[in-house]
C-alpha cells in the first residue's frame, strides 16, 4: 500500500523521467559506440573498447569538409533569420496594417507544411528561374523554413513586453535608437537568442530539403546518409557525441547564468 501511495504521488516525475530517459538512450548508445572498434564497415554491434575514431575524428574522407559546409549553412542561416525574423516579429506586435491576420496565419505554414512540399516548391521555384543548385539555394532554402521558427520565438518576447518601460525611456530624453539599444533589444534578447538557436540546429539537421536544393552540394547530414549505404564509420558517432555534449553544455550554461541573475534581482 506503502508502494502505490508513493507511486501515486510521484507519477508525474516518474513519467517525466521515463519520458526524458526515452529521447536520451538514443544519444547514449551514440556516445557509446563512438568509443567502439568495428570488425566491418559497419558500427551496429559492439566489438572491443576504442578510442581510435576520437584521435582522429576526420579520419574518413570528406566528413570534415561536409561538416565545415553545414556549419557554415547553419551560421549563416541564422543570421538571415535571426534579422529578418525579428523585423517581422515586432511589426506583427507593433503595428496595424493590411493583411496583418493573413500574414499571421502564413507565418505559421512552413511549421506545418511536411517538409517534402516545402523541398519541392523551393526545388520548382530554382529551376524555373534557372538558378544553379549549390551553396546558396540550400542558403536560400534554409532561411525560408528557419523563419517562422525565429518569428514565432521573437513574437513571443515581443507580446509579453511592457511597454511603459520604453515610454520611461523616451521621459528620460531617450532617442528612438537609444531606446530601442538599451530596452528593447534587451528584453527582447532572450526571444531572439531562443530563435536563433533553434534555427542553427533545425538548419544544421536538415536533411530532406537540402537534399532537394543542393546540387552537387554535401552537408553533413547527406554525408552521413550516404556513409550509411555502404558503412557507418565510427567518426560520425564522435561528431553526434561531440554536438550533443556541446548542447548540454550551452543549456547548462544559460541556465546557470538564469539562476545568478535572479539571485541577484531578488538579493
Known amino acids: 500500500m506503502r508502494t ?24 547514449l548508445v551514440v556516445m557509446a559506440f563512438s568509443f ?13 573498447f576504442s578510442l581510435d575514431a576520437w584521435k582522429d575524428p576526420c579520419g574518413v574522407a570528406d566528413m570534415c569538409e561536409s561538416l565545415s559546409l553545414s ?32 500574414i ?12 517534402v512540399v ?14 544553379e543548385l549549390g551553396f546558396w539555394t540550400v542558403l536560400i532554402a534554409h532561411i525560408m523554413f528557419c523563419l517562422s521558427f525565429v518569428v514565432t520565438a521573437v513574437k513571443a518576447r515581443v507580446m509579453s513586453m511592457d511597454p511603459r518601460l520604453e515610454e520611461a525611456a523616451r521621459d528620460l530624453y531617450a532617442g528612438p535608437t537609444q531606446t530601442f539599444l538599451r530596452v528593447t533589444l534587451p528584453i527582447a534578447a532572450p526571444g531572439i537568442a531562443a530563435g536563433a538557436l533553434l534555427a542553427f540546429a533545425l538548419s544544421f539537421d536538415d536533411f530532406i530539403i537540402t537534399n532537394f536544393n543542393a546540387g552537387s552540394t554535401v552537408t553533413f547530414p547527406m554525408f552521413v546518409w550516404g556513409s550509411a549505404q555502404r558503412g557507418t564509420p565510427v567518426q560520425i558517432n564522435v561528431i553526434g557525441t561531440a554536438m550533443f555534449v556541446i548542447a548540454v553544455l550551452m543549456v547548462m550554461a544559460g541556465q546557470i547564468i538564469t539562476n545568478r541573475r535572479k539571485k541577484t534581482a531578488t538579493a
Open 71 to 102: 556549419l557554415q549553412l547553419a551560421a549563416w542561416a541564422t543570421v538571415g533569420a535571426v534579422v529578418l525574423g525579428t523585423m517581422i516579429a515586432f511589426a506583427l506586435v507593433r503595428y496595424r496594417f493590411r493583411a496583418r491576420g493573413a
Open 118 to 131: 516545402m523541398a519541392a516548391s523551393l526545388l520548382t521555384l530554382f529551376l524555373n528561374m534557372g538558378v
Open 104 to 115: 499571421n496565419s502564413l507565418i505559421f505554414l512552413p511549421m506545418a507544411m511536411p517538409e
Open 36 to 48: 567502439n572498434k568495428p570488425k566491418g564497415r559497419f558500427n551496429y554491434s559492439w566489438q572491443e
Open 4 to 27: 502505490m501511495r508513493w507511486i501515486r504521488k510521484n507519477l508525474v516525475v516518474i513519467a517525466g523521467l521515463l519520458t526524458l530517459a526515452y529521447m536520451i538512450l538514443p544519444n
